[in-house]
């Protein structure tokens, strides 16, 4: 991928990136002082609009690192924060200059104006389908975003792209290169390694001097590799170096996502999550997979749909944040994330799933609950845990792995058999099939009943986080699903005054048929029995809808203070 198409890049440019990453450094003291208390007005509108992310300090223990990999660590943050100024710029062109001007005003407006841009990474709001929030001179927010010219159309880009072919469509359509104009008008490709050469230059010799202070392999390879990556913008080795990393700190930085890229989710935006290792729940990890055949074995399914031969599992990492940066901290925080998205990469070596701990930790205490309070019971309320949350929230992710994935009898995956209902069938079967295995793991003695006891509570308060963010896509429409079949089972009643219970003695049962329902619709490739399941059950209810009415002062997402970060940059 170096052989680079070298078109002259206007000075400006090539120093947009870093202008902007300065603006952010400059803005940031001011913009991160502590929020007024909640219970005052919201002094404007955007103030309100703020208010719906609790800010929340996001703190990894790192005692147990030697100075060195702090000091690696450090580095590896300095890296991260250069992703900050490069995302903005692939939102917008117009985001230097508007930070430039929003960090001059010193007035409580201007500065809440200024840190709800940061939060949202530009100046529309993503809670809210991207409506602007700052007037002067802001567009509606450019669905090519600054990936492709601002004067071209998408019929335009797509008839250039399909008049190429071999290695410079490739290039074009790849995941690391911007669109623009040449000199004589028609469009060219500008590989992310010219385009944004001086900030990636910066964030190279950060991860360089990381990669000569760490003294572990695994990380010392994946730093250096990428070092070389922003340089070469060749990213395959250090993508193969990332999924065999196996060390303390595990740092995710690059261009990644494609969501951004609204007109055809080619290009990659460039991210950091910097994180560390949690041995507790890896061990915790380890320990499930052991049970997974057994599980298996007992699916309450009809036993010729059980796979008597579990495949390999795919890599799962939990770990905790230290520090976020561009697409990762933009709006609702990432709670979990699959990469790599590169097919020649999880070809060889699958995609990795990384957990982020202590931002669901965050999640939970700000956001579930405060939902708990509203949509539970009374003597419901207390058994909810984060203990019992995250156990669920990995074994999800392992019942993914378990059930019917080909028809029964036939070659065809069930994501084919069932096609547009497969998403959501497939998010309610790993739920629900989760509380079940858990169920099973309390019932053999492999995990406290403890967490068996208030796992039915906690993701009942769950539910209402997942409706709430809507039923159009595939979580909140499984979540909407399992709720009313627990509804209609009575395992879950409605008070007389509007909350939510769990009925002990239905719960198990009802969460176990279920599971046989929706499992024994994928082994059988029932598509009208799966439409049927999810245009009846996956709706919001007027019982739901009431509690989700009174969820209004309640946060919907978190915005992380990176305490670790900042005292590691301290130091
Ligand atoms: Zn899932």
Redesign the pocket.
């Known amino acids: 991928m170096s052989a680079a198409i070298r078109p002259r890049v206007p000075l400006s440019v090539r120093l947009g990136a870093v202008v902007v990453a300065a603006a952010v450094a400059a803005a940031s003291c001011g913009a991160r002082e502590p929020a007024p208390p909640a219970d005052e007005e919201p002094a404007s509108e955007v103030e309100a609009m703020m208010r719906r992310f609790a800010p929340v300090e996001i703190a990894a223990d790192i005692s147990h690192l030697p100075d060195n990999e702090v000091q690696a660590l450090g580095e590896i943050i300095e890296a991260a924060e250069v992703m900050d100024g490069l995302f903005l710029e692939q939102v917008w062109a117009g985001s230097p200059s508007q930070l430039v001007r929003l960090a001059a005003d010193r007035t409580p407006e201007g500065m809440a104006t200024l840190h709800y841009f940061l939060i949202n990474k530009g100046p529309w709001s993503r809670l809210d389908d991207n409506e602007p929030f700052l007037d002067r001179g802001v567009p509606p927010k450019p669905p090519q975003a600054n990936y492709y010219p601002a004067d071209a159309t998408r019929e335009e880009v797509e008839r250039w792209f399909d008049s190429l072919g071999g290695e410079a469509r490739r290039q074009a359509t790849g995941f690391f290169s911007v669109i623009r104009r040449d000199a004589s008008g028609g469009l060219t490709a500008v590989p992310y390694n010219v385009h944004y050469r001086s900030a990636l230059a910066i964030a190279a010799e950060h991860l360089r001097r990381a990669a000569s202070l760490t003294t572990q392999p695994s990380l010392r390879r994946y730093l250096e590799l990428r070092a070389d990556a922003f340089l070469s913008n060749d990213y395959y080795d250090s993508d193969i170096a990332w999924m065999e990393l196996d060390a303390s700190i595990e740092p995710t930085i690059g261009p990644y996502e494609t969501y951004e890229d609204e007109w055809f989710s080619f290009k990659a935006a460039f991210e950091a999550f910097v994180t560390i290792r949690d041995d507790a729940e890896t061990a915790k990890l380890e320990r499930f997979g052991a049970e997974l055949q057994g599980l298996e074995d007992t699916l309450p399914i009809d036993a010729r749909y059980r796979n008597p031969q579990l495949g390999g599992l795919a890599p799962i990492r939990v770990v905790n944040v230290v520090f976020t940066a561009g697409d990762a901290n933009s709006g609702v925080q990432t709670a979990a994330f699959n990469l790599p998205n590169d097919e020649r990469v999880t070809a060889e070596k699958g995609a990795k799933r990384t957990m982020l701990k202590n931002v669901q930790e965050a999640k939970f205490q700000n956001v579930l609950r405060p939902i708990a309070e509203v949509a539970l019971a009374e003597a419901d309320r207390e058994r909810v845990s984060f203990d019992a949350f995250f156990t669920h929230i990995l074994m999800?992710?392992l019942m993914?792995g378990l059930g019917p994935h080909h028809v029964h009898g036939s070659q065809r995956t069930v994501r084919e058999a069932l096609t547009d209902a497969n998403s959501a069938l497939?998010?309610a079967k790993?739920?629900i099939s989760g509380l079940w295995a858990l169920q099973q793991l309390a019932d053999r003695g492999v995990i406290e009943p403890e967490i068996a006891r208030s796992m039915y509570v906690t993701f009942l308060a769950s539910a209402f986080r997942s409706i709430r963010f809507g039923i159009n896509e595939?979580?909140g429409k499984g979540v909407a699903v399992q709720l009313n079949y627990l509804l209609d089972r009575g395992a879950v009643v409605v008070r007389d005054d509007g909350t939510f219970a769990v009925v002990d003695d239905a719960i198990a049962g009802a969460v176990a048929d279920l599971t046989r329902d929706i499992m024994t619709m994928q082994a059988t490739g029932d598509r009208d029995a799966a439409v049927e399941l999810l245009g009846t059950l996956g709706v919001v209810r007027p019982e739901v809808q009431r509690v989700l009415d009174r969820l209004t002062d309640v946060p919907v997402d978190i915005e992380p203070l990176f305490a670790t970060a900042k005292e590691v940059l301290h130091r």
């Open positions: 999800h992710e993914h497939e998010e790993a739920d595939a979580h």
